[in-house]
């Protein structure tokens, strides 16, 4: 905190500077003077609104205001700053322990071969996510907005105006769904009951899933982050409880009669193929997504720049040592061929070899839960990245004011979880449920490393444009180059032939889903050029204003004007 105030009292003069110049008094400064009195107040004073919830990066320089909105009429609206650190660790916690650890530690090593090479990937995505957390923080407590990637976006690229928002809200929306653990909820609850996994029972149970937590954010939104936080806490605890009893099985106080097995000779078999080693690691890292969730809802958060900078780093550090623990109780209790055919809940298999059959129902009925919190939490980010696109005027249908708003509570963004339970829907109901998870997984990550690597391009960018804003946490520049390369990494690896020529997600090809996920944003290029080029061919232009809703939301929307 002491740095934080330490950059915003040396840019004080520039903000005075600033406010005088854009003063609507022609006649005297006193207003400036006298606000400006009360900002130095606040940041020598131990004021209860911390200077921290200030965006002090754009009172410094307007230019760099993303979007249309200022900060003041961004947070408007809604709940206001409930969230505290507890809360948004939790919300990191939550939203990274989900059906990853459960379900793909098996795809992972089946793709690159060997234990020793599926344990560096867990490193090398436990690395990866804190290059880009530390990334994250330097524009999350620079623009400190809900929004995430579509804030610091729109502060980089803002020519052409508004294609960066509208390719970002085409990715978020298709691929914002929550399908992945509706399923692995659906199918590890009929596992316990005894019930054999028929398509449309698992569809129809995912469907309830997803519109129950639809309705629980959107209607009870405090009861909804007292679930929220409830479930991030028991699957810590069920983790904790997967690690325990790995130490007990390598110390050979269990039946498992050789647990050192797997990590003799860790490295055979291990893939000569970079398409295995890139297709693994997104799985990885969409195991480890979710350290940026907090930067997706800055607008609920108290204090949002010193929560950022504590509950980053300690959320995902607790989610880093647990998955990297529990996947060497993984393979000490299991066999590599026993995990690779083990298909998608690996956990059951560790309970069932452990403990036997009653345990591994057991265990199905946690992994339920840890899915249905995950599905919960993301949920709860995804509606206010999807109220911040219509906030901003992205064009929608039935208009904007109705997706920006929080009706019906005026507390809780329901139209943005509906936008999310759409896509989801649809997910759930379309592909077979055999090849579409593991190929959903593959799509979510590649639109994500093409962000990534614009995201680490702007930061490099402002760092050269823009050196003299304060930022109140800066990241060390070699780390944000590793994250780049590893994004240019990720990006051109997948179009490599793997080795066995399929890829993991047979019959479809290998290189499928890279396709899909730059079809998608493609047409976001489409969308936008439709709204801001096309209506010029025929003489008109969309003029922004903006508009306060009744519950205190501000929304730009856009009125189509002849060109004079």
């Known amino acids: 905190m002491s740095n934080t105030l330490g950059s915003i009292r040396k840019y004080l003069p520039t903000l005075r500077k600033r406010e005088g110049s854009v003063s609507s008094s022609p006649t005297t400064d006193a207003p400036v003077e006298e606000n400006l009195d009360e900002k130095r107040g606040k940041l020598d004073g131990d004021s209860d609104v911390d200077v921290a919830s200030k965006e002090v990066t754009t009172a410094v320089d307007p230019d760099l205001n993303p979007g249309e909105l200022t900060f003041e009429e961004d947070a408007a609206g809604g709940l206001g700053r409930h969230l505290g650190v507890f809360s948004c660790t939790l919300l990191i916690v939550g939203r990274i322990i989900g059906t990853g650890i459960f379900s793909t530690p098996s795809s992972i090593l089946g793709s690159v071969g060997s234990v020793g090479a599926s344990l560096m990937l867990w490193v090398l995505g436990f690395v990866l996510s804190f290059c880009g957390l530390f990334i994250w923080l330097e524009f999350g407590t620079m623009f400190p907005r809900s929004g995430g990637e579509k804030v610091y976006l729109e502060a980089v690229y803002k020519k052409p105006k508004h294609l960066a928002t509208v390719i970002f809200a085409t990715n978020a929306i298709i691929l914002g769904f929550t399908a992945s653990g509706c399923i692995v909820f659906a199918q590890n609850i009929l596992v316990a009951a005894g019930q054999p996994a028929d398509r449309w029972v698992t569809r129809g149970i995912a469907l309830g899933v997803i519109g129950f937590v639809t309705l629980l954010h959107g209607l009870t939104p405090r009861l909804g982050v007292y679930v929220m936080n409830g479930l991030s806490l028991f699957k810590i605890v069920i983790l904790l409880f997967v690690v325990i009893t790995g130490w007990v099985v390598l110390s050979g106080h269990t039946h498992i009669q050789d647990p050192h097995a797997n990590f003799r000779n860790a490295f055979a078999g291990s893939s000569n193929s970079s398409n295995d080693y890139a297709t693994a690691t997104f799985k990885v890292l969409n195991a480890y997504a979710g350290w940026s969730n907090v930067n997706y809802v800055l607008n609920n958060v108290k204090n949002p720049v010193r929560t950022l900078k504590i509950a980053g780093p300690l959320g995902l550090s ?27 809940t690996v956990a059951s298999l560790f309970f069932h070899n452990v403990f036997g059959a009653k345990a591994q129902k057991a265990l199905t009925v946690f992994v339920a839960l840890s899915a249905l919190g995950n599905v919960i939490t993301v949920t709860f980010a995804a509606a206010r ?3 911040e696109l219509a906030k901003e005027g992205i064009p929608l249908p039935f208009g904007n004011r109705f997706w920006a708003s929080n009706w019906p509570t005026g507390k809780s963004p329901l139209p943005g979880l509906i936008i999310h339970l759409i896509p989801s829907v649809i997910v759930i109901i379309a592909p077979p449920p055999s090849v579409a998870y593991p190929f959903i997984l593959d799509v979510e990550g590649y639109p994500g490393q093409i962000i990534n ?17 304060p930022r109140p946490f800066k990241v060390w520049w070699p780390l944000a180059v590793f994250f780049l390369a590893a994004a240019i990494f990720l990006l051109v690896a997948p179009f490599l032939p793997p080795a066995n020529g399929k890829g993991d997600t047979p019959p479809l090809p290998y290189y499928l889903y890279c396709l899909v996920g730059i079809a998608v944003m493609a047409v976001g290029v489409l969308y936008w050029a439709a709204w801001r080029i096309l209506p010029g061919w025929f003489g008109y232009e969309y003029v922004p204003r903006k508009e306060k809703l009744e519950d205190g939301t501000t929304v730009t929307l856009f009125s189509r004007q002849k060109i004079q």
Request: with cysteine; aromatic share 18%.
């Open 453 to 469: 690597f614009f995201i680490v391009i702007g930061l490099f960018y402002l760092r050269w444009k823009k050196p003299h804003v």
């Open 385 to 387: 990245i999807n109220q």
């Open 318 to 344: 607790i989610c880093a040592i647990l998955y990297l623990l529990a996947n060497v109780s993984y393979f000490a209790a299991a066999t590599k061929e026993e995990i690779t055919k083990s298909g998608a």
